[in-house]
């Protein structure tokens, strides 16, 4: 099973990510996003902390932005989330103010190594935001993040068996 997982903030998209690998007695748990800060923020920790305590004792976490490098585990992997991995090497390049075409282009790169890993699993499930259905986002920053968040999920999309959409908690496959 090679599954991308899409929807909405608070869709539903982890539950039903982590449903999905819940026969595995181990799961490799790639979490890309930034680590949380507490004392900065204590929203960002809180939901971490929520994750972390519905996985299972038999799952173990990686924290890493390399995701082709996660995806050579040997147990089923579940990603969450395709969005803040985005976020995290926009953030851990400095490239949020780089030209737009060259950030895509590295991110096309990037999407296209976790792609190329994707394919030699079958035992793999990632999450993602589905961010290009609301209105333009007012600024640079935001456009960028939404383009580029569109344009990996195209690739991963193009490289998995199956796109789950969930929206309010229902799951339509397609």
């Given amino acids: 099973m090679r599954v991308l997982?899409?929807?909405g903030v608070r869709s539903g998209k982890s539950r039903h990510a982590e449903a999905l690998l819940s026969e595995a007695s181990a799961v490799t748990y790639v979490a890309p996003g930034p680590v949380p800060d507490a004392a900065a923020d204590h929203d960002w920790a809180a939901r971490v902390a929520g994750h972390r305590a519905r996985r299972p004792g038999g799952w173990t976490t990686v924290e890493t932005r390399d995701l082709a490098g996660a995806l050579t585990a040997r147990t089923p992997v579940l990603v969450d989330c395709l969005g803040t991995w985005v976020t995290g090497v926009l953030d851990d390049r400095g490239l949020w103010e780089r030209p737009a075409d060259e950030v895509t282009a590295l991110l096309a790169d990037l999407a296209e190594e976790v792609a190329a890993a994707i394919?030699?699993?079958?035992d793999v499930v990632l999450v993602t935001n589905e961010v290009g259905l609301g209105v333009v986002p007012a600024h640079r920053s935001g456009r960028l993040?939404?383009?580029l968040l569109g344009l990996v999920n195209q690739r991963i999309g193009a490289a998995v068996e199956?796109?789950?959409l969930v929206v309010a908690g229902r799951v339509l496959r397609l």
Avoid: K, L, P, Y
């Fill in 5 to 7: 997982v899409t929807g």
């Fill in 119 to 122: 394919q030699g699993r079958d």
């Fill in 145 to 147: 993040f939404r383009d």
């Fill in 162 to 164: 199956e796109v789950h």
